[in-house]
């Protein structure tokens, strides 16, 4: 019995750290010889019949098993036993404790006896010397110490046929536990569902979802109400109800791409019904696809009504006069008005189909002028952005920029048009068309400079048969024709040509100063002076203009006076002998002899002997020639 109580302060002496141990060891030894003598007799009569010798293996069995190296939370729970007035027992302690138990009769065993008899125990023990009454002290409360409400109280721990560990009641606890082996807490019992209420299938649930989709499609709450309806899409995809009625909260949301796609999906699965056909139309309507939606109407039986299709019907009209008028040629402003009567059609927030922005683009080319070129090169830049490998837009920018006389950057969106789609024949047309007209006119220029007047003529001819339709290249092409026709003295036809090139571009100014230089060569200085000022007009700020107007002012008074040369139909720079050979030709013509009829042959003949006898004058010729 005394190796017994020896065994259970050994163990509680590896529990409380290796200082307590040494505390101990020395100081206190006659004491707890003494306390064994008390308390033998007293445990003697407690267990009369089974008294139990430890050998010094169970007296160390408790070291033994504790191996492993005690946690974070076990050391901090030794080091504020040590410094209490009374320990507690370590996790330690219980393990090794168990494994006694299972081996030790639980009826014989002395820590087993109850609270009272411990006690009293303690009482007489503490008759002996203070240092074993300090140690005992500690042991007794320990064991007084009452458990936290969460515990059992020690005798509901008396059996030890199963160890159980109790749960932890807080979370240091509950490591110190998993790190000794003792495994996490049990997992909570399993919920149980009560029968009475049982679970809402797939379709029942669809169908809650539809209602709630009803209900805030009613409130015009469209986000809310596809969402519901997804919900019950997801649990039965193949419903077409449910994609039908998503596509109406789409529709009404203005996400008409989306709609189009559920309701497209739902004329999949039911094929014949009316309802989802004509949402159908009028989705195709909204989205500017006219032909599609009539032919969707067509699909219905019975036939849909005449208000139902007067939409698609009006739209589908107008698309049709816009793109006839861009087909015939006829005025620009023609094309734009069908269209904008067509997108007044369109479905609110809907926006404008990619073909009607095309045909817009195209309009605004075929009217001309600085802006509606700008304008048609915004259409193509708004279609750019939203795909700028668009090979239609690329062509409809590059014919832009032609049109606008930068043919090398129209060059450049060609070659890309045809790079996103090489069999794009308008991006082929356009692009051989543009170095075409490039090289002859460059053939055309080098034959000007070198002074090849007629072969520069026949080059800048050629080029105006390309591309009728360009406006602002063929202005430059009538232009330099009309140098030609300059050169060539041929003034009428080169007046000609500076007017076909103003008609082409009215703000062409190197076109009107030919046209007035060719009008002063023609000694038509009166129409060369009107010319030269409404240039003066256009440009201000050109300070060369307002000399030509004083130019042509001077010569408009010189031919107001008579012009011997031209009587005599001469140039001002022929000789003496020209003039003579003039005069005598024309004085037998006027002759009045010769024209006994013609009363004004004599008048005639006069102003050819005056003009004949001034040219001879060399002072004349000098001062006025």
Not at 254 to 276: I, M, T, W
Not at 334 to 362: C, F, I, T, Y
Not at 566 to 576: F, Q
């Amino acid at each position: 019995m005394k190796g017994l109580f020896n065994s259970k302060k050994n163990s509680k002496k590896h529990a409380a750290g290796d200082s307590a141990e040494s505390h101990h060891n020395h100081s206190h030894s006659h004491s707890t010889n003494l306390q064994n003598e008390k308390l033998q007799p007293q445990i003697s009569r407690s267990e009369p019949s089974s008294p139990v010798k430890p050998s010094p293996s169970s007296s160390r069995s408790p070291a033994k098993k504790s191996t492993r190296p005690a946690s974070p939370a076990q050391r901090e729970q030794t080091k504020s036993r040590s410094s209490r007035s009374f320990p507690r027992h370590s996790t330690e302690q219980g393990t090794s404790s168990s494994s006694r138990r299972s081996k030790i009769d639980t009826n014989t065993h002395p820590l087993n006896l109850p609270p009272d008899e411990l006690k009293r125990l303690s009482a007489q023990y503490n008759m002996g010397s203070r240092s074993s009454l300090d140690k005992m002290d500690k042991m007794d409360l320990d064991k007084d110490t009452p458990a936290p409400p969460s515990s059992p109280p020690p005798q509901q721990q008396a059996s030890f046929t199963l160890p159980v560990n109790p749960p932890p009641t807080n979370g240091v606890k509950k490591v110190a536990n998993e790190e000794e082996g003792d495994g996490p807490a049990p997992p909570p019992p399993a919920h149980r569902s009560n029968p009475s209420s049982p679970v809402p299938t797939d379709a029942e649930a669809a169908e809650a979802h539809k209602a709630d989709g009803n209900k805030f499609f009613k409130q015009k709450d469209f986000s809310r109400a596809i969402a519901e309806y997804t919900s019950a899409i997801q649990l039965m995809p193949d419903e077409p109800t449910y994609l039908s009625n998503r596509a109406a909260a789409y529709m009404s949301a203005g996400q008409y791409e989306s709609a189009l796609e559920d309701c497209s999906r739902a004329v999949d699965l039911d094929p014949h019904n009316a309802k989802f056909l004509l949402r159908l139309a009028r989705i195709y309507t909204s989205l500017g696809r006219p032909d599609e939606a009539m032919t969707t109407f067509g699909r219905i039986h019975p036939p849909a009504s005449a208000k139902d299709m007067a939409a698609a019907k009006e739209m589908q009209l107008h698309v049709r006069a816009a793109q006839d008028a861009l087909d015939r040629g006829t005025s620009g402003s023609m094309v734009l008005h069908a269209l904008d009567q067509a997108e007044k059609l369109l479905g609110p927030g809907a926006s404008k189909p990619r073909k009607w922005q095309l045909m817009r683009g195209n309009a605004y080319l075929k009217m001309g002028g600085a802006n509606s070129f700008g304008e048609a090169q915004n259409v193509a830049m708004a279609l750019l952005r939203q795909n700028s490998q668009d090979p239609e837009a690329l062509v409809l920018r590059g014919r832009a920029l032609y049109a606008q006389g930068e043919n090398e950057k129209a060059i450049q969106h060609f070659r890309k048009a045809l790079s996103c789609d090489p069999d794009f024949k308008e991006g082929v047309k356009w692009l051989r068309t543009v170095q075409k007209l490039d090289r002859m006119k460059e053939e055309g220029n080098a034959d000007y400079k070198a002074g090849r007047w007629q072969a520069a003529f026949d080059k800048y001819s050629a080029a105006l048969e390309v591309d009728p339709s360009n406006r602002g290249t063929n202005s430059k092409l009538f232009q330099n024709r009309a140098l030609c026709r300059l050169r060539l003295k041929q003034f009428a036809e080169a007046i000609n040509d500076c007017d076909r090139a103003i008609s082409l571009d009215s703000s062409y100014t190197k076109a009107r100063k030919t046209k007035a230089n060719a009008l002063g060569q023609a000694e038509r200085w009166e129409e060369a002076v009107r010319e030269w000022k409404s240039i003066h007009e256009l440009d201000p700020e050109d300070r060369t203009i307002p000399k030509e107007i004083r130019r042509a002012e001077l010569e408009l008074k010189k031919s107001q006076r008579k012009d011997y040369y031209k009587i005599l139909g001469v140039g001002k720079d022929a000789d003496e002998a020209q003039i003579k050979k003039a005069y005598r030709k024309l004085a037998i013509i006027h002759h009045p002899d010769k024209n006994p009829n013609d009363e004004e042959a004599a008048e005639r003949f006069k102003d050819i002997g005056e003009a004949y006898e001034t040219l001879s004058d060399p002072q004349y010729v000098r001062v006025h020639g």
